[in-house]
């Protein structure tokens, strides 16, 4: 039988995620993204928050890799920080739930190691670590998740700044671990994309240059702004 892995090696999950206040906010809204992607070839969708998980899923029948965003005042994880918000998002329907696998404190004083015990009695549940560095993703590993993603990197205050992605931690990453690597994070072309599969991931997460037109937009007008061109002005 063909398992969530084989269905998304080597292929493109997009991420379909906007905050409340953007122009696109909303669970029927990321359905309809989710579903352009899917018409687009997308193998799958990752996608923020168990309502957009099941208007998502309802819309498009694709796997899911899901997460919760969420802010506890007392931690600066926010990827699916606690075990009860991983256990909504697996209810929600996810196939794949992923969370934050930083060392970093987590609300509450939850272990990751527990949160990982914990959500491996799910049956026919894989879990996906958001790491920033080759040693979170070593530990990722050790304690039982079966998949390890790039996501994290540039994104806590110990890794690499970079307008790229980061190949560097994926061709690591790549080589040290018998678990599939993802790909994921600032994934801006296809040529990118492309690299990162020949650099070891299992398969690759694009969001951004995908699905936030504002993002892209003011990337755009920036552009413009920054021409050494004169204008041109008709005579
Ligand atoms: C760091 C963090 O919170 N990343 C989030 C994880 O779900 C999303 O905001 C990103 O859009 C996603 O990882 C895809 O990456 P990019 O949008 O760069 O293609």
Not at 36 to 44: D, S
Not at 84 to 94: I, K, M, S
Not at 113 to 134: C, F, N, P, Y
Not at 170 to 178: H, Y
Request: hydrophobic share 40%; with cysteine.
């Amino acid at each position: 039988m063909e398992t969530i892995l084989d269905r998304l090696r080597s292929k493109l999950v997009v991420s379909c995620q906007a905050y409340e206040g953007e122009a696109l906010f909303g669970s029927e809204m990321m359905a309809r993204m989710a579903l352009a992607a899917k018409r687009g070839g997308a193998a799958g969708i990752r996608a923020n928050h168990p309502d957009d998980i099941r208007a998502i899923k309802r819309k498009t029948g694709l796997p899911v890799i899901g997460i919760w965003k969420k802010d506890y005042e007392s931690s600066d994880v926010y990827i699916t920080p606690t075990l009860n918000d991983a256990l909504a998002v697996r209810r929600a329907g996810a196939e794949i739930v992923a969370m934050d696998a930083t060392g970093r404190d987590r609300p509450g004083g939850e272990s990751l190691r527990d949160i990982v015990q914990e959500m491996k009695k799910q049956e026919g549940l894989l879990l996906m670590a958001d790491v920033s560095t080759v040693e979170e993703g070593e530990y990722a590993q050790r304690i039982g998740f079966d998949l390890v993603s790039t996501t994290l990197s540039g994104y806590t205050p110990y890794s690499p700044k970079s307008d790229e992605p980061d190949y560097a931690l994926l061709e690591a990453l790549a080589g040290r671990l018998s678990v599939p690597v993802v790909a994921e994070g600032r994934i801006q072309t296809p040529a990118q994309a492309a690299r990162c599969l020949r650099l070891g991931a299992c398969f690759v997460v694009v969001g951004t240059a995908i699905t936030r037109p504002h993002l892209l937009t003011e990337m755009f007008v920036k552009g413009l702004e920054q021409t050494d061109f004169p204008t041109v002005v008709p005579e």
